[in-house]
């Protein structure tokens, strides 16, 4: 079966449920028992850790729905559902590690995963090293006997710098004397449009905030693992007692139904807008890995699907004042944290501040685009008029 035959069947069962095409939207907290020995029974599988329906913060069928979903998809063994991206970061992090441990992670990664690290990690004991993005097999020199987690994210937060991921995968896995865990954020692709489990990934995190909601109007997180890395990742997220909300549940698997169409759409419109970008003279670079002059592009193309709405440019050298004036007056584009909805924005961001390991090397503003569902003629139009108040600004 495709992807997109899958995204439309999995996690549903209308026969089940009087016909309805869409899953039910369970609220739960206690769940009964009828007897002692469906007590005693429903404490023996969860303890075997069955998924089932034995309290609302295990899960309901709603919950399972979004699961199968994204497993469907993304890969690997089973999923487990967070109430935000970074809840699902952090949780995957916290389940293979503890005090004396070590994390390598990429330097380009989200900024919020390097605070984590850099803050209750550190508190915990636990040491990270930032690597260069670039490193590719070279990876196996920073493994260290406590190195527990390799974590990977391509293309980067602000820069979309690629990485070689089967190389970092492979090599990281060989160096270990064992259970050494790769981690990638695959939010920039979706589950649509990478597959982390055939690059040699353990463990893929969606911030479903994004592209799986799809209408900025959710918070949701998502991590499967493999069979191997299941268990503790499992056992983990139980402790940590994080569950994700019955109707945003509902919202999430709702929005992934049509993944494919969207994520397309942005696809080809990011595309346009950035060509548009490589040809405006204020701009320095235009970071967006499908594009073919782009460093990652032969990375992307042997290991990416497809590519998303999100890209980065730098300004040349301008005044704030000139920034400001290309910006505030822009019609189609929004101007806020977050992405992957049906709409676009524009947001000035700051590489500096979120890398240790390589000096950025430009000077001039970066700005980060999503690219939404409007039609890629009016908003070229709509930064083409944001261009000249900003040259008129200089
Ligand atoms: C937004 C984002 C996250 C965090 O997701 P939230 O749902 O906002 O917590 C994690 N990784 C990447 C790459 C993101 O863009």
Same mark, same amino acid.
């Given at each position: 079966?495709?992807?997109?035959?899958?995204?439309?069947?999995?996690?549903?069962?209308?026969?089940?449920?009087?016909?309805?095409?869409?899953?039910?939207?369970?609220?739960?907290?206690?769940?009964?028992?009828?007897?002692?020995?469906?007590?005693?029974?429903?404490?023996?599988?969860?303890?075997?850790?069955?998924?089932?329906?034995?309290?609302?913060?295990?899960?309901?069928?709603?919950?399972?729905?979004?699961?199968?979903?994204?497993?469907?998809?993304?890969?690997?063994?089973?999923?487990?559902?967070?109430?935000?991206?970074?809840?699902?970061?952090?949780?995957?992090?916290?389940?293979?590690?503890?005090?004396?441990?070590?994390?390598?992670?990429?330097?380009?990664?989200?900024?919020?995963?390097?605070?984590?690290?850099?803050?209750?990690?550190?508190?915990?004991?636990? =040491? @990270?090293?930032?690597?260069? #993005?670039?490193?590719? +097999?070279?990876?196996?020199? /920073?493994? *260290?006997?406590?190195?527990?987690?390799?974590?990977?994210?391509?293309?980067?937060?602000?820069?979309?710098?690629?990485?070689?991921?089967?190389?970092?995968?492979?090599?990281?896995?060989?160096?270990?004397?064992?259970?050494?865990?790769?981690?990638?954020?695959?939010?920039?692709?979706?589950?649509?449009?990478?597959?982390?489990?055939?690059?040699?990934?353990?463990?893929?995190?969606?911030?479903?905030?994004?592209?799986?909601?799809?209408?900025?109007?959710?918070?949701?997180?998502?991590?499967? =693992? @493999?069979?191997?890395?299941? #268990?503790?990742?499992? +056992?983990?997220?139980?402790? /940590?007692? *994080?569950?994700?909300?019955?109707?945003?549940?509902?919202?999430?698997?709702?929005?992934?139904?049509?993944?494919?169409?969207?994520?397309?759409?942005?696809?080809?419109?990011?595309?346009?807008?950035?060509?548009?970008?490589?040809?405006?003279?204020?701009?320095?670079?235009?970071?967006?890995?499908?594009?073919?002059?782009?460093?990652?592009?032969?990375?992307?193309?042997?290991?990416?699907?497809?590519?998303?709405?999100?890209?980065?440019?730098?300004?040349?050298?301008?005044?704030?004042?000139?920034?400001?004036?290309?910006?505030?007056?822009?019609?189609?584009?929004?101007?806020?944290?977050?992405?992957?909805?049906?709409?676009?924005?524009?947001?000035?961001?700051?590489?500096?501040?979120?890398?240790?390991?390589?000096?950025?090397?430009?000077?001039?503003?970066?700005?980060?685009?999503?690219?939404?569902?409007?039609?890629?003629?009016?908003?070229?139009?709509?930064?083409?008029?944001?261009?000249?108040?900003?040259?008129?600004?200089?």
């Amino acid at each position: 079966m495709k992807d997109e035959t899958k995204l439309v069947v999995a996690g549903r069962d209308p026969e089940s449920n009087h016909g309805i095409v869409n899953p039910p939207v369970y609220h739960a907290s206690t769940v009964l028992h009828p007897t002692l020995a469906a007590l005693d029974d429903s404490r023996k599988r969860r303890e075997q850790g069955e998924r089932g329906v034995f309290y609302g913060r295990r899960g309901t069928p709603t919950t399972f729905s979004l699961e199968d979903m994204v497993c469907a998809v993304e890969g690997g063994y089973r999923c487990q559902v967070y109430p935000s991206g970074l809840a699902a970061v952090a949780a995957s992090l916290l389940s293979f590690l503890k005090a004396g441990d070590h994390v390598l992670m990429s330097d380009a990664v989200y900024g919020p995963a390097r605070r984590f690290s850099n803050g209750l990690a550190a508190r915990l004991d636990i =040491a @990270t090293t930032f690597y260069d #993005p670039a490193i590719g +097999a070279g990876i196996a020199e /920073l493994v *260290q006997d406590n190195t527990r987690i390799v974590y990977v994210e391509a293309p980067g937060t602000a820069t979309f710098v690629m990485q070689d991921i089967p190389a970092i995968a492979e090599a990281a896995h060989a160096a270990s004397s064992g259970g050494l865990v790769v981690m990638m954020d695959n939010t920039w692709a979706s589950p649509l449009y990478c597959k982390p489990f055939e690059l040699g990934v353990d463990v893929s995190i969606q911030a479903g905030t994004k592209y799986i909601v799809g209408h900025s109007d959710v918070m949701i997180g998502t991590a499967c =693992a @493999t069979e191997a890395a299941w #268990p503790e990742l499992e +056992a983990t997220s139980s402790m /940590l007692g *994080q569950t994700a909300g019955p109707d945003d549940v509902y919202l999430a698997q709702r929005g992934m139904r049509t993944l494919s169409v969207r994520l397309k759409q942005h696809w080809e419109n990011g595309l346009a807008v950035a060509d548009w970008l490589m040809g405006q003279d204020m701009v320095e670079c235009v970071m967006h890995p499908a594009l073919p002059g782009d460093p990652g592009h032969a990375l992307w193309k042997r290991d990416f699907l497809g590519a998303s709405g999100l890209f980065g440019i730098t300004l040349k050298p301008c005044p704030r004042s000139a920034i400001a004036a290309l910006v505030d007056d822009l019609e189609l584009y929004g101007m806020g944290a977050s992405w992957g909805g049906y709409e676009s924005l524009i947001l000035p961001t700051d590489p500096n501040s979120m890398r240790s390991v390589t000096p950025w090397p430009h000077e001039g503003q970066c700005m980060r685009f999503h690219i939404g569902l409007e039609d890629p003629g009016d908003l070229i139009a709509d930064l083409a008029d944001g261009f000249k108040r900003l040259k008129a600004a200089m």
